[in-house]
């Protein structure tokens, strides 16, 4: 069975093909990155409308340049929450009426499953049960995975996901959109000893997350700073400072990670979502696991970020075990784990 994915729940539209007998067989991302850029961040309707433009030649191109049509598909599926409720509307709309036409069942797939399972889609692939690691743009969750669709949240965060606090730090130290990225680099300019940011949550039990107080963490730091040190020094300030706030995210995740691997005994834990193609975080957790005798899984970088090969996948992962949308479809902009891991 081939199945075809669509995402669409923000700022990029992918599309991919995912074949049982051969597993993905490729895939296609648009990124709205230059349209949002003058905005500082996602303007929902101009995602929207861009989804409208992307989606059906994005379509049209992967399955010529696969040599598939209607008849070679058994079904569709499409990101149906969480994100911006006209951008998902876009995909689940466009999906379930082209299923319609195909005359194949479609299935809507919730995001962040999509980004749980995507390490799946590499050759070496970890084995039930394991410790996911969710960090996109407005998520950081703990998730013990017994199966597919046999979900525990383990913790989550309180306010400021990771990848919302590296943006919005970003932001306060006057780099472009999107931020995670910039400060990331910037970092790498930084000298780790200058600043010490506090590992927020960490001196309590529990795995949730906290972010935004080392948010505003940095601002203070950052004001106090630049009024005592010359202008000319801001630069290096400024990478002072990502370094200082990025190894705080880094070193806070490790530390939850270590507690949920622990806590579950489990042996293996999966990183995803955008934040995981941060190659701090990375090495950061690959000691981690190696102390503990364990092993990280991580997706290719390119699948790191939002696309449609997750939800081909996740979708697959559902239709076959039997699910399917009716004709009328609904969309989830707020689509919390605990309802999936309820209700499958």
Not at 23 to 39: E, K, N, T
Not at 44 to 62: G, N
Not at 65 to 76: C, P
Not at 235 to 255: C, K, N, P, S, Y
């Amino acid at each position: 069975m081939n199945v075809l994915g669509i995402e669409t729940s923000c700022d990029e539209t992918g599309v991919a093909v995912y074949s049982t007998d051969q597993g993905l067989l490729d895939h296609a991302v648009y990124s709205q990155i230059a349209l949002h850029a003058d905005y500082g961040g996602v303007v929902p309707e101009l995602a929207s409308r861009d989804h409208v433009r992307k989606l059906a030649p994005m379509v049209r191109e992967l399955l010529a340049d696969l040599g598939l049509s209607a008849q070679d598909f058994g079904g569709v599926a499409y990101t149906a929450g969480p994100g911006l409720a006209g951008a998902l509307l876009v995909g689940a709309a466009f999906a379930r009426s082209l299923a319609w036409a195909w005359q194949v069942p479609a299935v809507g797939v919730h995001h962040m499953e999509g980004h749980l399972l995507a390490p799946m889609l590499e050759q070496d692939v970890p084995q039930f049960p394991f410790v996911a690691l969710l960090v996109s743009g407005g998520h950081t969750q703990l998730v013990r995975v017994a199966a597919v669709g046999e979900y525990e949240l383990l913790g989550e965060s309180v306010d400021d996901a990771a990848g919302e606090a590296f943006d919005k730090t970003a932001k306060l130290l006057g780099l472009g959109y999107p931020g995670g990225p910039a400060l990331a680099a910037l970092a790498e300019q930084g000298d780790p000893a200058r600043f010490s940011f506090p590992r927020p949550m960490t001196d309590r039990p529990g795995l949730d997350f906290s972010f935004s107080g080392l948010k505003t963490f940095a601002l203070t730091t950052l004001r106090q700073q630049e009024a005592e040190v010359p202008s000319a020094e801001h630069g290096q300030l400024h990478a002072d400072i990502a370094r200082a706030f990025e190894d705080a995210v880094v070193d806070t995740l490790a530390i939850k990670c270590r507690r949920a691997v622990e806590q579950t005994g489990s042996k293996a834990l999966v990183m995803a979502g955008g934040v995981s193609a941060n190659r701090r975080l990375r090495d950061r957790v690959d000691r981690l696991m190696q102390d503990l005798g364990g092993r990280a899984y991580y997706p290719r970088a390119e699948l790191c970020t939002d696309n449609g090969a997750m939800i081909a996948y996740a979708g697959w992962q559902r239709l076959r075990a039997g699910q399917h949308e009716q004709l009328e479809f609904a969309i989830r902009p707020r689509w919390p784990m605990q309802d999936l891991v309820a209700g499958g």
